[in-house]
């Protein structure tokens, strides 16, 4: 039984490793970013482009992770390492299967995917070199996701720390050399990420090999576990479409109240995402948690885990909150120089410092439900907050504010409508025992 200390080390001991990892795959983007930046607009262009499409795709596959985290958790806390192991590595064979497909047809597709972004021939060119080389380490790119959910669901989130630090930082030296060194340009980024991926891969193949012996779990795929695994992703990958829809639709109306307000709400955003960090570490840490005791029956743990992972949310939600309150005048100088961006993004910087709190217990929620393996609830929940949340987009999409008060009507409607919306949606479901008795 844990005791409050033990506690809050065990949530400590999942979510600051969880925190590194998170933390180390943007601040290596940022460096990648800017070895393709020196060479010049054009590279630096088609780079936005190309990304914007990966990070979409990938960004949609995320649920190989979510769904191969309750899994394991489960069985591990029943005491069935080796049936833990065995159900994540059949995520391992659906992320690859998943990964070849979308490889292929993504190489076949990037002609056509670029060419609907408009851009000049010189831009469209150095996407599609790019693109194309990337769509092969799409593959490893969800095997990856798989294994740290694995990992994750064994209560071990220091491995995938180590991994993504060590491939994220042999990305920014291959690419280097492959760049600067041979000269390849643009296609030398790609290149040098590709084979970065793969050899996180290698390694997450020779940790999870040593699981496999260790507890004499079967490396083969096996059928019904390939297929339960794609059942429960299916159902988080319709949740994490919601998500995408909800974020691409709120661009769409920001966009449309002008180029300032736009790059406005890309500062808000960015401030937003940045705090998600940490409240995301904390998620995860509620995911392995709540499947693990789930798995193993005791139900007092599961309500102990929920009741000090939501105060742990909501407390650094105040702490995040508080920040970007008392740094709301100076966060748009920071980010362009400009006086008149700082003063236009201010209200909406301070409308997202008071729902901290809010995001904070959201994103706990998330992750209590994701560890039930709650997925179907998740999805059709996910659909609601949209039915929602759309008709506050709506109407400020005919109303047409601008201005620093559009921005901060925005603000509201995003971090508070929606952000609300999905406190309700979570919070229903945690009033009656139901999403505990979900199968494993």
């Not at 969880?18 to 780079?47: N, Q, T």
């Not at 940490?278 to 193993?296: E, P, V």
């Amino acid at each position: 039984m844990h005791t409050p200390t033990t506690l809050n080390r065990d949530i400590l001991r999942l979510a600051v490793p969880a925190l590194g990892a998170l933390i180390a795959e943007p601040l290596f983007l940022i460096l990648d970013s800017a070895m393709v930046g020196h060479l010049g607009l054009v590279p630096l262009a088609a780079l936005g482009i190309a990304a914007a499409v990966l990070q979409t795709i990938v960004g949609l596959m995320v649920f190989l992770a979510y769904s191969t985290t309750p899994a394991v958790a489960r069985r591990f806390g029943a005491g069935r390492p080796a049936s833990a192991v065995s159900v994540g590595i059949d995520g391992l064979w659906l992320a690859l299967g998943l990964g070849a497909i979308l490889a292929l047809v993504g190489y076949l597709s990037t002609p056509a995917l670029i060419g609907a972004f408009g851009a000049s021939p010189e831009v469209a060119a150095d996407a599609r070199a790019y693109l194309g080389i990337s769509m092969w380490g799409l593959p490893a790119m969800l095997i990856v996701f798989a294994a740290t959910g694995l990992l994750r669901g064994m209560q071990d989130t220091v491995t995938p720390l180590w991994i993504a630090g060590c491939g994220f930082g042999a990305n920014a030296l291959l690419n280097f050399a492959f760049i600067y060194g041979l000269g390849w340009g643009i296609s030398g980024s790609a290149v040098g990420t590709v084979v970065a991926q793969w050899g996180m891969v290698a390694a997450y193949v020779a940790v999870i090999g040593r699981l496999a012996r260790r507890h004499q779990a079967p490396l083969r795929p096996r059928r019904e576990g390939v297929r339960g695994s794609a059942r429960s992703g299916g159902w988080m990958f319709l949740r994490t479409v919601s998500l995408r829809l909800a974020l691409l639709l709120t661009v769409a109306v920001a966009t449309g109240f002008g180029t300032h307000e736009l790059a406005g709400w890309q500062v808000a955003f960015t401030m937003f995402s940045t705090a998600a960090f940490a409240l995301d570490a904390l998620a995860i840490a509620a995911q392995a948690l709540i499947g693990k005791q789930l798995g193993a029956g005791s139900t007092a743990e599961v309500r102990r885990v929920l009741r000090r992972t939501l105060a742990w949310g909501a407390w650094f939600g105040v702490i995040t909150g508080g920040l970007v309150g008392a740094l709301s005048s100076v966060i748009g100088l920071l980010f362009t120089g400009d006086a008149a961006l700082a003063a236009l993004v201010q209200p909406a910087l301070i409308v997202l410092a008071v729902a901290q709190p809010v995001c904070g217990v959201v994103f706990v929620l998330d992750g209590v439900l994701i560890g039930a393996n709650d997925a179907r609830y998740l999805a059709i929940v996910g659909g609601l907050n949209l039915v929602v949340y759309l008709p506050t987009l709506l109407a400020l999409w005919l109303w047409h504010p601008g201005g620093a008060g559009g921005l901060a009507w925005l603000a509201v409607a995003f971090f508070g409508v929606y952000m609300l919306a999905r406190l309700v949606g979570l919070g229903w479901r945690l009033r009656r025992p139901v999403w505990m008795t979900q199968p494993a």
